[in-house]
């Protein structure tokens, strides 16, 4: 008895197509306009103002060393003319960055707060994570044609399980006298979550969006393939032509990209719990409230 997985498959893609093509193009028209609104803005900016706000996030965030580094390599990437490229592709990270955030943080509460919510989801986190990656531009393109939609959209698939993954571990391992001391101070279920779970799972958290963000970034130049864009398109043209110094200027500017937002997101979950606690924290009392007795 044979048993065609495939053919199942294909019954459930032409099934959403028929059924729920206002649907899907609801979903296209949101996520284009914000992929295209975030490229739009990027490509807005001219290219010394943009490299001075990188020098300047790097100096402030990591140091002096890494705002030459960044400089120097910034200023390679627009001699090799790719900075418009480098923009297309930094546009569809964040894109997908922030869809992938938006979904994956509250699944990965949800998944920490129950164990058969984490049963459920944890199976389809493996399937997401181990598919390769050249799978979701199939149905990618199929509802959605060609273009940085369709991208978009397998990227923040392939890339969203490590901050839904960390999120979930981060929580759980909040120790348990944490917890035990905001019950016993009288804190609310969403009080509990905001000013004793968040902030100390949030080194786990950055870590997942770190993480999110290069396999967005890797998911990106896999994308140009169905049309994408970006320094995928220069990596593809490369291989298409068997030309070498193609390839290897689209993959120099990846991995610049790629080091400097590794190396800023880093920095950033350092200081992220205290972050945290001034959001969430009560404002302190005067002495003239302190010494003030109570009604």
Known sequence: MNFNIGNGVDSIVNYIQDNFGSTLDFISAVIGFVTNNIQEFLLAIPMPAALAIFVILALWRVGVGFAIFTAVSLWLVEHMQLWPEMMSTLSLVIASTLIAIVIGLPLGIAMARSDRVAAITRPVLDLMQTMPAFVYL??????????????????????MPPVVRLTNLGIRQVPAEYIEAGNAFGCTASQ?????????????????????????????????????????????????????????????????????????TQSLGKQGANFWQVLFRKPAKTEQEVAQPAT
Do not use: H
């Not at 967005?216 to 043209?237: C, E, K, P, Q, Y």
């Open 138 to 159: 199939i149905p990618a393109a199929m509802f959605f044609g060609l273009g940085a939609v369709p991208g978009t959209i397998a990227t923040v698939i392939f890339a």
């Open 192 to 264: 509990l979550l905001f000013k004793v779970q968040l902030p100390n799972a949030l080194p786990s958290i950055m870590a997942g969006i770190n993480q999110t963000i290069m396999l967005s970034l890797s998911m990106v130049v896999i994308a140009s393939m169905i049309g994408a864009g970006g320094l995928g398109n220069t990596v593809l043209t490369g291989i298409q032509r068997l030309d070498v110094g193609t390839g290897f200027e689209g993959g120099i500017a990846v991995v610049i990209l790629a080091v400097i937002l590794d190396r800023l």
